[in-house]
């Protein structure tokens, strides 16, 4: 089953407004790229919808899963500020038993990473 | 998506309008549409008609490959005209359920910071303060007083703003009498939800508050697109 994203899920509960903030980074002349949650399956820590931005030095606010793969986000944001092309990532547990342990990653998630250009 | 697109959608979120974004996930323009527009002929309307109404973000498939609609809707806000006993149980009720609240009480002896601890709270006339809320359809409006010279400025002006939910506290025979005061065309005051919330046998203001945040999530997820 698809979960659905929430009705505004643009501020996550930091506060920070990443929509807003993907804008100003911009005008600062900074490479973007913006991180938004697509699909999920299963019991994954955030909706879909969900936003993360990266900048080129690695900067980053927002969450796509609640720190389980941002750091491959991040990483695979780079590349998406250097050549300019959007990629779909998913991430997933390999491991059947993560869903009995109740890993707060259990699931699988897309991830669309694209830059602002 | 490009910085203007990105820009001109951040504009609709700060002025508290609807939009959705269309992003082809394969790479290409990023479309954004405004609520309000017309969306007879786009092959994507019912999809983004159906983001438009539940808020929902969502992956489809297209004839030109994956699409991510990107819903984007002014969160919901709950205005309660009076600090009354049900304001004081539906305040919580209503922060828990997502919707920012607010309290509008001219009686000072009612509203008190000790009364509604963390809730956004007017002491002022509906009249003084309500314009400058920008009362929108993502708001709803709970008028809890019973007294006419608090209530009854808030409901024509929440049915004038067109808030998804305008509801009133009173039996029938109050409201009969409250129709005959204020004056707005008669669909616009059927629009008014009184005996106010879902009939749920409530007695106490806990229970009346439970059955005001029913209505009020009913109207927001039922509204039409």
């Known amino acids: ?117 | 998506m490009d910085l203007a697109t990105l820009a001109a959608l951040n504009a609709e979120r700060a002025a508290r309008r609807a939009a959705v974004l269309v992003t082809p996930l394969a790479g290409g323009p990023v479309r954004l549409v405004r609520g309000g527009d017309d969306l007879a002929g786009d092959p994507l309307g019912p999809a983004i008609g159906e983001a438009f109404r539940s808020g929902r973000s969502a992956t489809i498939a297209t004839e030109a490959g994956e699409m991510f609609l990107t819903a984007s809707l002014p969160p919901p806000r709950l205005v309660l005209i009076g600090a009354v006993h049900i304001s004081q149980a539906l305040a919580p009720i209503a922060a828990i359920a997502g919707f920012d609240t607010v309290v509008v009480d001219p009686r000072t002896a009612f509203a008190t910071p000790e009364r509604f601890a963390g809730v956004t709270l007017h002491a002022e006339w509906p009249e003084d303060v309500l314009p400058g809320l920008g009362l929108d359809p993502y708001t709803a409006l709970a008028a809890l007083t019973h007294d006419p010279k608090i209530d009854d400025f808030a409901l024509t002006h929440a049915l004038e703003r067109g808030c998804f939910y305008v509801g009133a506290l009173g039996s029938r025979k109050t409201h009969a009498r409250r129709l005959e005061r204020l004056t707005a065309s008669p669909e616009a005051l059927s629009r008014i939800e009184a005996p106010i919330g879902l009939d749920i046998g409530a007695v106490s203001p806990a229970e009346i508050a439970v059955s005001v945040i029913a209505s009020v999530i009913a109207a927001l997820r039922r509204r039409p697109a």
Do not use: K, Q, Y
């Not at chain 1, 879909?48 to 927002?62: C, M, R």
């Not at chain 1, 869903?99 to 250009?117: E, F, K, M, Q, T």
């Open chain 1, 1 to 117: 089953m698809t979960e659905t994203g929430t009705v505004n899920s643009a501020v996550p509960a930091s506060g920070v407004d990443v929509l807003a903030l993907a804008e100003s980074w911009r005008r600062e002349g900074r490479g973007v790229a913006l991180a938004t949650v697509i699909e999920t399956w299963g019991s994954a820590p955030r909706p879909v919808g969900s936003h993360l931005v990266i900048d080129a030095d690695g900067n980053f606010e927002g969450s796509v899963s609640g720190g389980c793969v941002e750091g491959a986000v991040v990483a695979e944001a780079a590349e998406v500020i250097a050549d300019g092309a959007p990629r779909v990532l998913e991430f997933g547990v390999a491991d059947e038993t993560a869903w009995r342990v109740g890993l707060s990653c259990g699931g699988r998630i897309r991830v669309h990473v694209a830059p602002v250009a």
